[in-house]
Structures are given as C-alpha cells and as structure tokens.
C-alpha cells in the first residue's frame, strides 16, 4: 500500500471549513507500490471545498485519472454511475482500509438528509446498538450485508428505488443563479417605476433626496439579502433631496440583502422563499404571520405592476384618441386582459415563464441603452416645448433641491418609489425550483442589486439634468425679448413655462409621466421596455405569491388552507394558488391608481424585511452550534440595525398602515401560537429558549435557598406516566406553575432489553405529558432493582437549585402477595428518601393507580375496531367494483356480500358484549383514575398535623385549596393535646395558623390517640401480620436461630413487644379518622417513621396498612424536618 501525503494539507490557508483527504490505496498497481516503498515519504492527495473553485470543488488530481472524478456533484456528491478506486464508500476500500469486516460507515451526506430530499435518498446508518453489541446476534454476516452496511444502505431498498424511479419520472426544472436569481430580480426591481414615475420622483424630490431615496431602499433590502445568505449558507440548500430618495431605497435593499445572504447560506432551502427563510430560522409563528402577509403583498403587487402597463397603454390610446371609455376604465379592462394572459404563462410551467423573463430582460435592456442615448441626441423645437433640452447645468442646479407639491412629502414620494426595491426577493420567492439555492440566491441578488441601483441612479441623475419640472409643451411659448427669467433654467434656454405656476401644465418632470419616451432616442422603444418590466415584474410576483403561499399551505400552519397545497405538473405549480392570486390582483386591479396601490404594499414588504433581517440577528444571537452560513459578510447588529429602520421607515410612510399591519401580523402570531402547529424546525426561538433556561438556571446557583421561597419540587414514582394518572393528578395539583415535578420510570431486568424499551420510550412519554397539558417532565433509569433505580433518581435528578426536596409515591396495595424483594424494595425507597434528606408522601386511594390493565383492553378493543372499519371498507370496494359489471355483477355482488355483511355485525356483537363487560368491571378503577381532574365540591381536607416535620403537612394542603378545582373545599385542622389543655392547645394552633396566614375551617383537638383500640381492631391487625411472624418464643433456640437466618425479613415477637404501644397508636388513628374524617374530600396525615434496622418492612407496612385502611383519599406527608413555612416577612 502506497500513500502521497503532503506535507501542506494542515497548513493550507486556502483550505475551507469542508476538507477531505483522499487516501490512496493501490490494490491494481504493484509497480506503483514498489516504487514508492523507501523512496519519498508518502503524499496525501487533497480535495478542498473551497469558495474559488468551480461549484466549491478543487481537487487535486492523480495522473491519468481525472476522467474518474467527472461524475461527482457541485456540493460533493456522487452520481450513481460513478466508480472511484480511491472512493472510502466502495467495499474494496472499506475493508483493506480497516483489514477486517465492518458494519461501521464512513462519514456519507446522505445520513444526513432530511426524508424527503428531493437532491438525494436519505440512508440509514447503523444504529450504535448494531455496532456496539455482538454481531453475531444483531446482524446476520454475509458477503452482501457488510457491503450494504458499510455503504449506508437501509432495509427498504424497495421504497428507495421507488422514490428515486419517480425523482427521475418527475424532471423538475431547475435554474441556475444567472437565469432563476439575477434575470428574476433585475425585472423586478427594474419594474413600473423605472420607466413611468422615476422622474415624478425625481421632480418632487430633485436629485439629491431621489438619490438618497433610492440608496436608502437599497441599503435595508441589502442587509436583509446579506443575512439571508447567512442563513442559507449553514450548510447545503433546499442636502438635494432626489439622491436622498434614491438613496433611502438603496439602503433598505442593501441591508436586507446582507440578511437574506447569511440566512439562505446556512442550510438547505426549499420553496417557500422569504416565508421558508423567517419560518426556519424563527419558527412557525413568526413564518406563519409573515406568510400570509408577504404572500399577500406579491399578490397586489400583480395588481400594481399590470396597472403601471395599462397606464402606458392607456396613454397610447390617449395620444390617438381611441380610447374605450375613459381613462380609469380602460385601465380596468387592459388590466383584466393582461392579467387573464399572464396567469396562462404562469399556469404553463415554469419553463415558459422563465424563457419569457428572458426575452422580457433583452427588450428591458435595449429599452434603457435607447433612453441614455437619447440623453445626448440633439433635441427638436417640440421636445424643447415640453421640457427637454439635453445635459444642461442649469437644469441640474434647479432640479437638485425638492418642490414637493400636491401634498407630497418625503416618505410619501419614498413609499411611492420603494416598491421598485422589492423585487430583491423575486430570485429567493422560487427557492424551491433553484439548482443551488445557497450559491444562487446571495450571488445573484446582490448583484441584482448593484446593477439596478446604479442604473436607477443613472436614470434619475440623466433625466433630471436634461427635463424641466414644468412645460407648456406648445412651440410659441418662448421668451420675448426683455423679459426677466427670475433664475428660471427653461427661461434661460429660450422658453417662457410661467404660466405653469397659476394653471396647470401636461408636461416635464412633474407632470408627464411618460417622460422617458421624450427623452429616449426612438420612442416606442421606452413603450417596449415599459410594457417589458411592468409584465415582467407582474410576471415574477404572479409566480411568487402562489409558490409562497404553497410552501406555507404545505407546512400546515394554518389548518383551513390545506387546499391550496395540492401541487400539479412535474414542476409541482400551485394551480390553486395562482388563482386565488388571479382574484386578489383582479380587486386592486380595479383601483386603478397606481400612487394609491403602491403605499398600500410598502408595508407589507417593509414587516418581511424586518423580520428577515431580524431573523438574521436572532439566530446570531443565540449562538447555536447549527448557525454557520457560509456567507461571511454579515453581522448580527447591522441586521438588527436594518430590522429597525424598516419599522421606523413602516411608520414614518404611513403610521396607521403600520400599526394595521402589526395588528395583522400580532393576531396571526397569537393564533399560530395557540394552535401550536406540530412542527419542529430547529428555529432559532428554540435555541434562545435553551439559552435563556441556561442562564436562569446557572443564575439561580448562586441564590441561597430561604424558607419563603420553598416549594414543593416531587420526584412522582408514577412508572409511565399514563399508568397511573391519579397519582400524577393529584402531584401535578401542587406543582403546577409552582414547583418542580418529575414522573419517573425504573426499568428492571436483563439491561440490554430495558435500555432499548427505555430509550424508545422517552420521547413518546414526554409528549404524552405535554399533550395532557402536565407541566412535569419524564425521566428513567434502568437498574438491577428498583430501589437501585430509585436511589440514581433521588442523587441525580434534577439541576442546580431545581433539585427534588420531596418524594411521591403510591402506597403498594398488594404487599401482602408481593415477593419479600418488591417489599424491601419498596420499603427500602421510603429509607432513602430520609437518608438523603427528602420529604415523603406516600398516597392511598381505594382502587389505586394503576390501571395498565384497563388501557391494554382498550387498546385491543381499538385495534378490533380498525380492522373492522378496514374490513368494511374493503367490503364496500368490492360492492363497488363488482358493480360496474351491471345487472350480473349486482346478483353476483349480493350473494358475495350477505354472508361477510352478517359475519361483521356478529363480530361488532361481541366486541360490544365485550366493551361492556370490561367496562362495568373496570368503571370504579377508571373513575378513581380520573378522580383528581375532576372539581371537588363543598367539602373538606381534614389535616391529622400530629407531628411536626417543618410545615410540610400543612403546606401542602394550602396549596391544594388555592387551585381552581379544590378551592371550594375547607381545612380542618386535628393535633394531639391533652385533656386538661384543650383550649390552650387549641388557640396555640390558631395563633400559629394564623401567623403563617393559612385559612382554615376548625381545629380539634384529640386526646385519646394514646388509649388501646378496640378488640375488633387490635384482632385485624394480629391477622393481618400473622403470616408474616416468626413466633420464635413459641420455639428453641436453635429452631428460632434458624428460623432468623432464613427469613430475616419476619416480625419477631420481640420487636412486635417492643413497637407495641406504636401499633396500637395506628390502629387507634384508624378508628379516629373513621370517625372524624370519613366524609372528607382528602386527608392528609403525619407519616409515621420506622427505624432504620429495627423496625422490620412487613411490620411497617402493617403500620401503613392499617392506618390508610377503608379511607377516602389520604396523603400520608412526613417533611425532612427542615422549615418550609415561616410568619417572618
């Protein structure tokens, strides 16, 4: 084996982030190896993605093999036909790499596609559980199955063919940045107003604020194309005021482009354009509102284009006296037709569209080349009359400064020009149809943007140095010899325009709209290039609103618009989309006022902006490991610099407009937000959540614990949380918006199948949860025992400050049948709980929790249920099918179809008889599980404080009365005391009540807890633990001695001697709380403590038992004997 290292392959410093070190191996060449054996030291071969190479590929071929790297994709991908000697993917090169078979892959892309990536099948790699465990018992060891493995190929191959034989079926039409990017934007920036209100612009604002104007909009749109690049490049993708005009607009452009820029660099984009940007990197409530807005906005954006080219037709048929009707209603009609028309280019495919944005951007371009031409062909006696005189300075000084006029104002004529500006997003709207989106979109936006920004700047500096803003246009109106010019340029150069001052006049730059086909060197030519850029633009946003609109219907972000997400055409076109954009442009069509449409869009592109540019900020801000665009000429605070002036430039044009579009944009949000679409994006929310829970958490190391703020925080042995759903209830109660809650699951048995079955159930769990709106979390181990897994729970659960300080569990109801181990087991936890200093609640309900049985019966019921609605089903396509065969096939289908008919409903019998039974037998154990959900009456929680622990007894249940479903229920108070002291006892735990400001119901003292119980009472309890005795005093010694040895878990007569006075006090409680609390909605009582070693488990279970026994709902609540409750302020 022979390998060609270069010593240069770390210390390259044109090497990219994306570097792959080809190695060598020459299995076919021996003279080769030979050679190289002791010779030079050996050279690696290099390939480098790098920014100058030819699709970000350079790589360093081998002699003579370069026709074997030609088959490889621009981003690093393989076609199938290609065959690589030195490919690590190839079986050969896997295994005389590694010298012995392997299930483990090389790093491949396609692991890490999505499931539907149209660019490539998404394979499965090994699971570690494959490679981590034997192979012999995971994986079957063939020639063929290693060589599967080891190149990534799932199981399904079937389905993978399948999907690739319809990619390949399918042809989409893809474009590249030239003809899908740059052609799409320059036509639509290069829209209505280069041609028919650049100069009304220039004359309001005269050159310096149109200038400005113009680069201010082109500033904002170029952060926003920047950050959106970012964002797409993470990774591979689906004084005068006329320049200040100008200026403003340039500004806005620039700054979104930089923000559009690092957005599509940082990760495939997809269709969907600026809705896929914002909602991927913001999430769907921000992309959800956003959507509907931007599409909305291309939407009457057709409608503002079509109405700039039936102006100009209009005018023609003005200029010629044919006109229809009048003025307004011709717009309306040629409106109408043109955009009846444009809908058929659209509808036909995107490869008609696309080769009509072509030709559209030829004429476009000889249409501007003719009017600068005309700038410098010498003027006639009739264009001198209405305004032009070529390059004069005179002209230039006069029309510098701003004349605004008919109420116009700066970012009235602003809102009026920015609509040209928007068309930056025309290249990102058809993401999906781009062959590589990340390259595509920040390449040819931004210079789109450079190249219509100098030619609007060259238009508007051109056509205001050579037309005044007001003309007669009549001949005779020139200067009679004597007059006084006043500073007048048009006076100046021989003509008298005063009379526009008093009346009004039809032409120059103030008046004539048409003012460039004066200008230009061949008229019709400017007609063509209007016609050209108003169809074009109106073009690009016919196919952007609809693909925009898909992209959201698909995501179902909103529920009722999935009709629109149907696809049609090997291109997948939104037909339906197209039409609802058809009808929504017809509306505003009928406007037909252009000034009045334009200020109407402006916002709705301006709130786009600003979230794109803010989206660009966000992700940067939350410094996710997963934002790395690409695009490297971006920051974060220009994009958040480009966020604000769009809102500021959104008010200052129109504050009403604005706070409507927020209004808009705010309801959508909350709505979004509410019916929380089940999607997850990996958004930059989600990731500024993470870091804000972080900082609070590390924040809240380093406050000191104080006695006010304690709170319940349980760890809840619920098992699987749907399991026992009572218990969870009734911790959920007292944690919710207060405390911590964690459910928790120890899995016992061979490790290897309860880490598999706990792996696999996490998530599911924790949706569970979340679907049930319990504000708790899941968690599990897997130990060899259950109070193992128990003990990992109560040391390690938990973060920082938000560690658990009190342990819930239920009370095992069948300990007198269990194993000895599950006893000392359960025991044991209560132990530990102690040890680590840990509240205990231990929770009795006569059904108990679990109800795993009850749920397995249901689910087997469901399942029957499905296969008789499928066996219906099936039943009903044969009846449907057999009966297209008319009159025999009827017969045949009625004697085919009676038996399965009567076999269904006998089967539906006895599912019924069976729901029935099973729910009759379980509606106690359902309706105990569901028993804390539902609102307690009038009623009581009868406290038994008997000792005192810290408060937690008492706590408790105050925070169970301040819950809606509990609030209507009264504590009362019982405490031992004595008879002699019943007063002083009773008003020293009213004065201590009341300090801690707990409301209560009564206060009863007992005296008698001490006094034996009754015989009947005492005897259920010696049966009770009757099995589980030793009597060794009834025996030798030797056969007592024995006996403790082989079972040490039994209740010697000693020790039952010597906790005698202890059992009688808990039956004693027993028949107490029988008598006092039997009506109670829940009681509450002081848990009684075993010594550890002395007292023995069954004997404490006695306890346990005996004091729960023939009781409404009790939590019995022993605190770790630290204050929780204080009455100090």
């Given at each position: 084996m022979s390998m060609n290292n270069s010593p240069n392959v770390f210390l390259d410093p044109n090497a990219n982030r994306f570097q792959v070190n080809i190695i060598n191996e020459s299995h076919d060449n021996n003279e080769t190896s030979q050679e190289d054996?002791?010779?030079?030291?050996?050279?690696?071969?290099?390939?480098?993605?790098?920014?100058?190479?030819?699709?970000?590929?350079?790589?360093?071929?081998?002699?003579?093999?370069?026709?074997?790297?030609?088959?490889?994709?621009?981003?690093?991908?393989?076609?199938?036909?290609?065959?690589?000697?030195?490919?690590?993917?190839?079986?050969?090169?896997?295994?005389?790499?590694?010298?012995?078979?392997?299930?483990?892959?090389?790093?491949?892309?396609?692991?890490?596609?999505?499931?539907?990536?149209?660019?490539?099948?998404?394979?499965?790699?090994?699971?570690?559980?494959?490679?981590?465990?034997?192979?012999?018992?995971?994986?079957?060891?063939?020639?063929?199955?290693?060589?599967?493995?080891?190149?990534?190929?799932?199981?399904?191959?079937?389905?993978?063919?399948?999907?690739?034989?319809?990619?390949?079926?399918?042809?989409?039409?893809?474009?590249?940045?030239?003809?899908?990017?740059?052609?799409?934007?320059?036509?639509?920036?290069?829209?209505?107003?280069?041609?028919?209100?650049?100069?009304?612009?220039?004359?309001?604002?005269?050159?310096?604020?149109?200038?400005?104007?113009?680069?201010?909009?082109?500033?904002?749109?170029?952060?926003?194309?920047?950050?959106?690049?970012?964002?797409?490049?993470?990774?591979?993708?689906?004084?005068?005021?006329?320049?200040?005009v100008i200026g403003l607009s340039v500004v806005v452009t620039t700054l979104t482009g930089i923000s559009m820029s690092a957005i599509c660099t940082n990760g495939v984009v997809r269709g969907g354009g600026a809705y896929y940007l914002i909602s991927r990197s913001l999430g769907p409530e921000f992309g959800g509102s956003i959507g509907l807005i931007f599409a909305f906005a291309n939407a009457v954006a057709v409608a503002m284009y079509v109405v700039g080219f039936a102006e100009t037709v209009v005018e023609l048929l003005k200029e010629s006296d044919t006109l229809m009707v009048d003025e307004s209603n011709d717009i309306r009609i040629i409106g109408t037709i043109t955009v009846v028309c444009l809908l058929g280019i659209?509808?036909?495919?995107?490869?008609?569209?696309?080769?009509?944005?072509?030709?559209?951007?030829?004429?476009?371009?000889?249409?501007?080349?003719?009017?600068?031409?005309?700038?410098?062909?010498?003027?006639?006696?009739?264009?001198?009359?209405?305004?032009?005189?070529?390059?004069?300075?005179?002209?230039?000084?006069?029309?510098?400064?701003?004349?605004?006029?008919?109420?116009?104002?700066?970012?009235?004529?602003?809102?009026?020009?920015?609509?040209?500006?928007?068309?930056?997003?025309?290249?990102?709207?058809?993401?999906?149809?781009?062959?590589?989106?990340?390259?595509?979109?920040?390449?040819?936006?931004?210079?789109?943007?450079?190249?219509?920004?100098?030619?609007?700047?060259?238009?508007?500096?051109?056509?205001?140095?050579?037309?005044?803003?007001d003309a007669t246009g009549n001949v005779n109106n020139t200067v009679v010899p004597g007059m006084s010019c006043n500073g007048s340029s048009a006076c100046s150069l021989g003509y008298d325009f005063s009379r526009c001052a008093s009346q009004p006049c039809d032409y120059g730059?103030?008046?004539?709209?048409?003012?460039?086909?004066?200008?230009?060197?061949?008229?019709?030519?400017?007609?063509?290039?209007?016609?050209?850029?108003?169809?074009?633009?109106?073009?690009?946003?016919?196919?952007s609103a609809p693909k925009v609109f898909q992209a959201l219907c698909k995501d179902n972000v909103y529920k009722g618009l999935e009709f629109f997400a149907k696809g049609y055409g090997k291109n997948n076109e939104p037909i339906r989309g197209y039409v609802l954009t058809f009808v929504i442009a017809m509306a505003f069509i009928l406007i037909a006022e252009l000034n009045t449409i334009a200020p109407i869009i402006s916002n709705f592109f301006l709130a786009s902006y600003a979230l794109i540019n803010f989206s660009c900020f966000h992700a940067s801000y939350a410094k996710s490991p997963g934002w790395r665009p690409a695009f490297r000429y971006y920051n974060m605070w220009v994009s958040l610099f480009g966020a604000l002036l769009c809102c500021g430039v959104m008010f200052v044009i129109n504050w009403w407009a604005a706070l409507i579009t927020y209004a808009i944009e705010l309801f959508l949000y909350i709505y979004v937000t509410y019916k929380k679409p089940e999607v997850n994006w990996g958004s930059s929310t989600q990731a500024l959540y993470y870091i804000n829970a972080l900082d609070s958490a590390l924040a809240l190391t380093t406050v000191e614990d104080h006695v006010k703020n304690f709170r319940p925080q349980c760890i809840a042995l619920t098992g699987a949380p749907m399991i026992r759903p009572a218990l969870l209830d009734i911790t959920h109660t007292f944690t919710k918006n207060n405390g911590l809650c964690i459910c928790c699951e120890v899995y016992t048995g061979p490790r290897k199948l309860c880490v598999k079955e706990m792996n696999s159930g996490m998530a599911k769990k924790q949706a569970w949860l979340t679907k049930n709106k319990r504000k708790a979390f899941y968690a599990a181990v897997a130990a060899d025992s259950f109070r193992d897994g128990v003990k990992s729970l109560l040391q390690a659960s938990g973060l920082g400050r938000m560690k658990p300080n009190t342990l819930v569990i239920g009370f095992k109801k069948d300990w007198r049948n269990a194993a000895v181990a599950q006893v000392e087991n359960y025991v044991g936890v209560i132990h530990d709980a102690f040890d680590f200093e840990l509240g205990m609640i231990i929770i009795r309900i006569s059904q108990g929790f679990d109800i795993s049985q009850v749920l397995?019966?249901?689910?087997?019921?469901?399942?029957?249920?499905?296969?008789?609605?499928?066996?219906?089903?099936?039943?009903?396509?044969?009846?449907?099918?057999?009966?297209?065969?008319?009159?025999?096939?009827?017969?045949?289908?009625?004697?085919?179809?009676?038996?399965?008919?009567?076999?269904?409903?006998?089967?539906?019998?006895?599912?019924?008889?069976?729901?029935?039974?099973?729910?009759?037998?379980?509606?106690?154990?359902?309706?105990a599980?569901?028993?804390?959900?539902?609102?307690?009456?009038?009623?009581?929680?009868?406290?038994?404080?008997?000792?005192?622990?810290?408060?937690?007894?008492?706590?408790?249940?105050?925070?169970?009365?301040?819950?809606?479903?509990?609030?209507?229920?009264?504590?009362?108070?019982?405490?031992?005391?004595?008879?002699?002291?019943?007063?002083?006892?009773?008003?020293?735990?009213?004065?201590?009540?009341?300090?801690?400001?707990?409301?209560?119901?009564?206060?009863?003292?007992?005296?008698?807890?001490?006094?034996?119980?009754?015989?009947?009472?005492?005897?259920?309890?010696?049966?009770?633990?009757?099995?589980?005795?030793?009597?060794?005093?009834?025996k030798d010694i030797t056969t007592a001695e024995k006996l403790k040895r082989e079972t040490p878990w039994k209740i010697t007569d000693a020790e039952l001697e010597a906790y005698?006075?202890?059992?009688?006090?808990?039956?004693?409680?027993?028949?107490?709380?029988?008598?006092?609390?039997?009506?109670?909605?829940?009681?509450?009582?002081?848990?009684?403590?075993?010594?550890?070693?002395?007292?023995?488990?069954?004997?404490?279970?006695?306890?346990?038992?005996?004091?729960?026994?023939?009781?409404?709902?009790?939590?019995?609540?022993?605190?770790?004997?630290?204050?929780?409750?204080?009455?100090?302020s």
């Open positions: 054996v002791g010779s030079d030291p050996p050279h690696y071969e290099e390939t480098s993605f790098t920014d100058e190479a030819h699709n970000r590929l350079r790589i360093s071929y081998r002699p003579g093999k370069r026709e074997l790297y030609d088959n490889f994709l621009q981003n690093g991908e393989k076609t199938e036909a290609s065959s690589h000697p030195y490919d690590t993917h190839t079986k050969m090169y896997y295994l005389q790499t590694f010298g012995h078979n392997t299930v483990d892959p090389v790093p491949k892309i396609d692991y890490y596609r999505n499931t539907g990536s149209i660019s490539g099948n998404k394979l499965s790699r090994p699971s570690l559980l494959e490679i981590h465990e034997q192979l012999a018992k995971n994986i079957a060891v063939s020639t063929g199955s290693v060589e599967r493995v080891a190149n990534g190929e799932s199981t399904t191959g079937d389905e993978t063919a399948v999907s690739k034989e319809e990619e390949n079926k399918t042809g989409f039409v893809k474009f590249g940045w030239v003809k899908g990017v740059l052609v799409r934007c320059m036509l639509n920036i290069w829209g209505v107003m280069l041609f028919i209100r650049l100069s009304w612009i220039v004359g309001q604002a005269g050159i310096g604020l149109g200038v400005f104007i113009i680069l201010l909009a082109t500033m904002v749109t170029s952060i926003t194309g920047l950050s959106t690049s970012a964002i797409a490049t993470n990774g591979f993708v689906r004084g005068g005021l006329g320049i200040i659209s509808v036909a495919g995107m490869e008609w569209e696309a080769k009509a944005q072509v030709i559209l951007l030829f004429v476009l371009l000889i249409a501007i080349a003719n009017f600068f031409i005309g700038t410098v062909i010498p003027t006639n006696n009739e264009k001198k009359a209405r305004g032009f005189f070529n390059y004069q300075a005179s002209i230039f000084a006069e029309n510098f400064g701003p004349d605004f006029r008919s109420g116009e104002g700066f970012f009235s004529v602003f809102a009026i020009f920015f609509p040209a500006a928007t068309g930056i997003l025309a290249g990102a709207n058809i993401s999906g149809d781009l062959k590589d989106p990340q390259i595509a979109i920040p390449k040819g936006t931004m210079l789109a943007i450079v190249i219509t920004t100098v030619a609007y700047i060259g238009v508007a500096i051109c056509v205001a140095s050579c037309v005044v803003r730059l103030m008046n004539n709209f048409q003012v460039m086909s004066m200008v230009s060197g061949f008229g019709p030519l400017i007609t063509a290039g209007i016609f050209s850029a108003t169809l074009s633009s109106a073009l690009a946003s016919l196919v397995q019966v249901q689910e087997a019921l469901e399942k029957l249920e499905q296969e008789r609605l499928a066996l219906e089903a099936t039943i009903k396509e044969n009846d449907f099918e057999e009966g297209k065969s008319g009159i025999c096939g009827f017969f045949r289908k009625a004697s085919t179809f009676h038996i399965p008919k009567h076999e269904t409903k006998k089967e539906t019998t006895i599912n019924t008889i069976q729901s029935m039974h099973v729910g009759e037998f379980n509606q106690k154990l359902l309706e599980s569901t028993q804390f959900k539902k609102k307690q009456g009038k009623g009581t929680i009868d406290i038994w404080w008997l000792f005192d622990d810290g408060g937690l007894t008492i706590l408790i249940p105050y925070i169970l009365t301040i819950r809606k479903k509990w609030k209507n229920c009264k504590l009362r108070i019982f405490t031992g005391g004595k008879v002699n002291r019943i007063e002083e006892e009773k008003l020293g735990m009213a004065s201590l009540l009341s300090k801690f400001r707990i409301k209560f119901a009564d206060i009863n003292i007992i005296c008698d807890i001490n006094i034996k119980p009754s015989k009947e009472s005492w005897k259920f309890f010696e049966e009770m633990i009757e099995p589980y005795r030793l009597h060794e005093s009834c005698k006075e202890k059992s009688y006090r808990q039956v004693r409680l027993n028949e107490l709380l029988q008598e006092h609390s039997r009506a109670a909605n829940l009681i509450v009582l002081s848990l009684p403590v075993a010594r550890k070693g002395v007292v023995s488990d069954y004997l404490y279970m006695a306890w346990l038992e005996i004091l729960s026994k023939n009781l409404p709902p009790i939590l019995m609540v022993r605190g770790n004997h630290k204050n929780v409750l204080t009455f100090y």
